[in-house]
């Protein structure tokens, strides 16, 4: 009875049964735990609820008109944007190169150099004074009488050049329809001669253009001259004495004859500078544009007319062509 009431003590003061004994209670536990473990084992084998449907091989997918059209519009869409003409010329382009290629990598090197080498002797043979026209008529015999000299060879494999029967078809089929290639191979290249002639198709009783003058029409009386300077004394200096026109320029001169005082130079004669890039003079001064030089001279005298002389252009490097001056001798 003692033995009873210590193992009910033993167990929180309550009464246990015969069934809940140490080895049953592990025996459950056990049992329990593999239970969770199968449970948890066939979450994750089992395929997710959320997962895609993938149909099977054999499965016909049905899709809506929507669908189709779509579909046939991409496809219409990207067959139009497909440059079609440009991937048929790279086509031919690569075709072309690769027979290109082949071709030239048909001819051996050591070939290659025997040709150059005996060309180049020909060309030494001609000089170094000799035209371009000369140095290609030099080339274009040493093919023909390559040819020649195989064709004439061809019953004994061998010509000039020392070739075999195999290197002597392969050459001659280079000179025949390859020598273009050939000369490239051989880095060959021998400029065309440009021949420039000017042709004057402007009849001979036409009248030269007018040349425009920039600002109001000159006066009859100011008797202007393109491309003219005249000689005379100053009686107003260009370097300080700016015009907006010839024009005006004219009429400058004009005035200071009408009231210079007695004993001064009176003006008859000016010499202006149109261009928006100066004027040239052999002086030491830079003469820019609308200079208006005001001069007197009892016989008026030409320093430039139209075009400065080849000897003059000679001595003095700076001068233009053309004389940029523009004068006039007023009437009296």
Same mark, same amino acid.
């Given at each position: ?17 015969? *069934? ?46 929507e ?71 030099v ?30 078809r =392969? ?7 390859? *020598?273009? =290639?050939? =000369? ?39 008797n ?47 010499v ?49 062509v053309?004389?940029?001056? =523009? ?6």
């Amino acid at each position: 009875m003692a033995r009873g009431i210590a193992r009910a003590v033993s167990f929180g003061g309550r009464a246990t049964t015969g *069934w809940c004994s140490y080895r049953r209670v592990t025996v459950a536990v056990c049992l329990g735990n593999l239970v969770a473990a199968l449970l948890v084992l066939r979450s994750l084998t089992a395929p997710a609820s959320f997962a895609p449907t993938v149909p099977n091989r054999g499965e016909v997918v049905q899709y809506t008109e929507e669908q189709i059209r779509r579909v046939e519009e991409s496809i219409r869409i990207r067959r139009e944007l497909e440059p079609v003409e440009l991937v048929r010329a790279v086509k031919k382009l690569r075709k072309k190169f690769a027979q290109e290629l082949k071709r030239r990598e048909e001819l051996p090197q050591v070939l290659k150099q025997k040709v150059s080498y005996d060309i180049v002797r020909r060309l030494h043979d001609l000089g170094d004074n000799s035209s371009l026209a000369q140095q290609r008529e030099v080339v274009e015999s040493w093919r023909v009488e390559k040819l020649k000299d195989i064709k004439v060879a061809s019953t004994r494999n061998q010509s000039n050049l020392d070739l075999s029967s195999e290197e002597t078809r =392969m050459l001659k089929r280079a000179l025949e329809f390859n *020598w273009h =290639m050939l =000369m490239e191979d051989i880095s060959l290249w021998i400029p065309d001669e440009v021949t420039h002639t000017v042709h004057d198709d402007k009849p001979e009783n036409e009248p030269e253009e007018e040349e425009i003058v920039a600002g109001p029409p000159l006066s009859p009386q100011c008797n202007a001259e393109l491309h003219t300077d005249y000689d005379g004394a100053a009686v107003r200096w260009g370097l300080t004495h700016h015009k907006e026109s010839a024009a005006d320029c004219c009429q400058a001169c004009l005035d200071q004859a009408q009231n210079a005082k007695p004993g001064e130079l009176k003006c008859n004669l000016w010499v202006y500078c149109p261009s928006e890039f100066g004027c040239f003079s052999p002086d030491k001064y830079e003469h820019k544009h609308q200079e208006c030089w005001l001069k007197q001279a009892d016989h008026p005298k030409l320093n430039f007319k139209d075009k400065y002389s080849e000897p003059y252009r000679d001595a003095h490097p700076t001068a233009p062509v053309v004389v940029p001056w =523009m004068s006039g001798v007023i009437s009296a």
